[in-house]
């Protein structure tokens, strides 16, 4: 048997190849902004409902997920967290609005 933190070191090395081949799929850059950096992208779901997915569908599996469904692109997209968050938080990214004082939103 192999030990623990061997086990550990592949799972993390497969779940980083799962990863860059779903961010690869889908631009490898935040659909927003551009961001490149890897380390601030996440995926999207565009209509927002993870929360629905995600109870069919634990988060954990999702690089698997999309993979195995071909990485579709009517329900996700790669964004960065900032431009996830303020898509969530403002309902809507700055990037791709015009708002003249976007905190007063």
């Known amino acids: ?4 933190d061997e086990i550990a070191r592949k799972l993390k090395n497969a779940k980083t190849k799962r990863k860059n081949i779903v961010f ?8 927003c902004c551009q961001e490149t950096n890897p380390i ?3 995926i999207d779901h565009v ?3 993870g929360n629905i997915h995600r ?3 634990p988060q ?11 990485f579709p ?10 431009c996830n968050y303020a898509k969530w938080a403002y309902d809507g990214c700055p990037h791709n ?3 003249t004082d976007f905190h007063s939103a």
Do not use: M
Not at 24 to 31: K, Q
């Open 1 to 4: 048997p192999l030990p623990k």
């Open 24 to 31: 690869a799929a889908y631009g490898n850059e935040c659909s």
């Open 40 to 42: 601030v992208l996440t």
């Open 47 to 49: 209509h927002n409902d």
């Open 55 to 57: 109870k069919q569908i």
């Open 60 to 70: 954990t599996l999702l690089y698997g997920w999309l993979i195995k469904n071909n």
């Open 73 to 82: 692109t009517d329900n996700f997209q790669l964004l960065c967290r900032n």
């Open 97 to 99: 609005k015009l708002i």
